[in-house]
């Protein structure tokens, strides 16, 4: 027993020092933002966005106002310390947890078009609420919605936490960066990501294994990839089906289709149609537009 707790001593020990010496894993001083806590807080923004679908019997919106904003208030406070220690900055800017509160009729608003484009959009759904309390691509919206009012606000961490909890969940990787209109639906949704500088418009359905992403990076002085648009833009009305994959910055124009298993990196015109050609002797012969 004295060799083991030696020897886990010595190890402890060189832990210690390795923490002290990394870096690119920095030790944060105060606590982190908890993902437990995080995801009680939007259990209680679902509750408020979706009335009897999430919350618990009783729970007036007054009182569920209140739990969020304690609790956002909390993590909104201890993302903003985190980021501080690591950029050696400090914030006396006041919480935005209130701001983003008074923000939840315009995301409930968004989401109820999104609702409607998935019920519209699959004639396997039977109700709307079925939509909410079954579809993965309304809960991963949700997190996405939230999300991305608060790093509008500046929250620094936190959005990226939400999210990583749906994808999580839903295998749908959203960043909150992206930018998503109106009437936005994912049929299926396992495996579709959309990039951090994605603009998408209205009225966009996108199938399973989506992937619009970046086709390459411009790096800096040090070799590190700079925040520059690098993602596609999707303009109003289009249909993107399953596992194609769109890369880089261009623009796949308004009322658009681009079928199944397509590999795009150029721009592609209003009211095209973009599809895999017929099998000739048993080989396809590339595109056809």
């Known amino acids: 027993m004295d060799e ?42 679902k509750a408020l966005l979706f009335p009897g679908f999430f919350d618990d019997a009783g729970r007036d919106a007054e009182t569920l106002v209140n739990r969020l904003h304690a609790s956002l208030d909390e993590q909104v406070r201890a993302c903003t310390r985190f980021r501080d220690e690591e950029q050696r900055a400090s914030s006396a800017s006041p919480s935005p947890a209130l701001a983003f509160i008074e ?30 309390c079954c579809y993965p691509a ?3 919206m949700t997190h996405y919605r939230v999300a991305r009012e608060l790093l509008l606000l500046g929250v620094p961490l936190l959005p990226r936490v939400i999210t990583e909890l749906a994808h999580s969940a839903t295998g749908i990787d959203i960043h909150p960066g992206a930018r998503v ?4 639906s994912i049929d299926h949704g396992t495996g579709v990501v959309i990039g951090e500088t994605c603009i998408i418009g209205n009225r966009v359905r996108l199938y399973q294994g989506v992937t619009l992403g970046a086709k390459s990076f411009t790096l800096d002085s040090d070799g590190l990839p700079v925040n520059l648009p690098r993602h596609p833009v999707i303009e109003d009305n289009v249909i993107i089906y399953s596992n194609s994959t769109i890369l880089g910055r261009v623009t796949i124009g308004h009322d658009s289709i681009i079928g199944g298993n397509i590999w795009l990196t150029r721009d592609v015109p209003p009211h095209s149609r973009v599809l895999q050609r017929r099998a000739t002797r048993g080989f396809t012969d590339g595109l056809g537009i």
């Not at 209109?181 to 936005?184: D, L, T």
Request: aromatic share 4%.
């Open 181 to 184: 209109g109106e009437y936005f």
């Open 138 to 140: 309304i809960l991963a």
């Open 4 to 45: 083991l707790n030696i020897r886990l001593r010595e190890t402890a020990a060189v832990l210690e020092r390795a923490a002290a010496a990394d870096p690119f894993i920095p030790r944060p001083t105060r606590a982190l933002p908890g993902v437990d806590v995080t995801r009680e807080m939007m259990h209680l923004v």
């Open 103 to 132: 923000r939840l009729p315009e995301i409930k608003r968004l989401l109820s078009t999104d609702v409607k484009a998935v019920r519209d959009g699959d004639p396997a759904a039977t109700s709307a609420g079925e939509v909410i």
